[in-house]
């Protein structure tokens, strides 16, 4: 019997266009949810870079390196932490018409860690083209990288895929017993834990806690950032111990479980740094001498702006005396 308040498995995963050529091309919802993920985290750390002095839309210069590197990571880790997905006798995983082939980033299997790793080479690069600091920008993105997160995690559940081990709760998720996923030896109905919901949950917590923690401290240097690997692989080893997808092992834990731990310490190391390296106010999101100087009709709008909006990280108004001592006559030297 199926829990009156269980999670069901949509039916719908994308939809289909027609081309001129008689051929179609197919719209997949998680690749929609990862889009949308994309361009609510671009939005959001727009916003904030621009509140701390930088060029407005400075941030598409380093998203167009950051996301296709991003890409290709998630998708080579994945493939290289799941080999016996694709290398198999018989495995066609070079056609991209074939399913399976491992550039089919559309049918799943895009790993957050690979992720990281692709698009943190593709913001350095960004950054030295625009003269942003690195961790200027991975502060900003910070809260937004949660709420892309949260949003690619539905993706997931149109896919049918990724779910944790069977559970009595009322709010367990409904997994056709026909697919591939299914555990062998369970009976139909068996409903499993959403794992999707939980790190949607999760992640937007993170986003929360990122920006109060903002508030009360002068998270800079890339500490927000840091907080943010901490908070992610805490939720993370977690989530993925309580999964039932397959995954390469090591010491009879998964891979992605040490992931989470490396992302944590990480994180730690990080806070710690530069917390001894810069002790005073970030001067600017820039680099020095590459400074962006707004014009007359910039700065006046810049300042009709609301302080009081809530992606800001509302260390502002905290630190205006010491920002106004160490900047000059131009915007861009606040942070």
Not at 183 to 212: C, K, M, Q, R, S
């Amino acid at each position: 019997m199926i829990a009156p308040l269980s999670i069901p498995s949509p039916d719908w995963d994308g939809f289909e266009i027609p081309t001129p050529w008689g051929t179609v091309i197919s719209i997949r919802a998680y690749a929609l949810c990862i889009l949308l993920g994309i361009i609510l985290a671009t939005i959001i750390t727009s916003r904030r870079l621009t509140k701390r002095g930088a060029e407005p839309g400075v941030v598409l210069d380093i998203v167009l390196w950051a996301v296709p590197l991003g890409i290709i990571g998630a998708r080579l880790y994945h493939v290289l932490t799941h080999p016996a997905d694709y290398f198999y006798p018989g495995a066609n995983v070079w056609n991209p018409f074939e399913p399976g082939a491992i550039w089919n980033i559309w049918e799943g299997g895009n790993a957050i860690y690979g992720s990281l790793i692709g698009g943190a080479v593709g913001v350095i690069i960004g950054c030295r083209f625009t003269g942003l600091r690195f961790w200027s920008f991975a502060d900003a993105l910070a809260p937004g990288l949660l709420v892309a997160q949260a949003t690619g995690r539905l993706g997931n559940w149109f896919n049918h895929e990724l779910f944790g081990s069977p559970t009595d709760l009322p709010w367990g998720l409904q997994i056709e017993s026909t697919n591939p996923a299914f555990p062998a030896g369970l009976p139909d109905g068996t409903l499993f834990h959403p794992t999707f919901l939980y790190e949607i949950v999760w992640n937007l917590l993170g986003v929360a806690v990122i920006l109060f923690l903002e508030r009360r401290f002068n998270l800079r240097w890339g500490k927000a950032f840091g907080v943010y690997l901490i908070w992610y692989g805490i939720g993370r080893s977690f989530l993925e111990s309580i999964r039932v997808d397959p995954s390469e092992l090591f010491l009879g834990i998964r891979s992605n479980v040490w992931a989470s731990y490396a992302a944590v310490v990480i994180g730690i190391v990080i806070i710690i740094v530069q917390s001894r390296r810069h002790t005073g106010i970030e001067p600017s999101v820039y680099v020095p001498g590459r400074e962006w100087t707004p014009s007359d009709a910039e700065v006046d709008s810049d300042e009709t702006e609301s302080e009081s909006d809530s992606l800001d990280d509302g260390v502002e108004g905290k630190n205006e005396s010491g920002e106004t001592a160490a900047t000059s006559t131009s915007r861009t030297t606040s942070a």
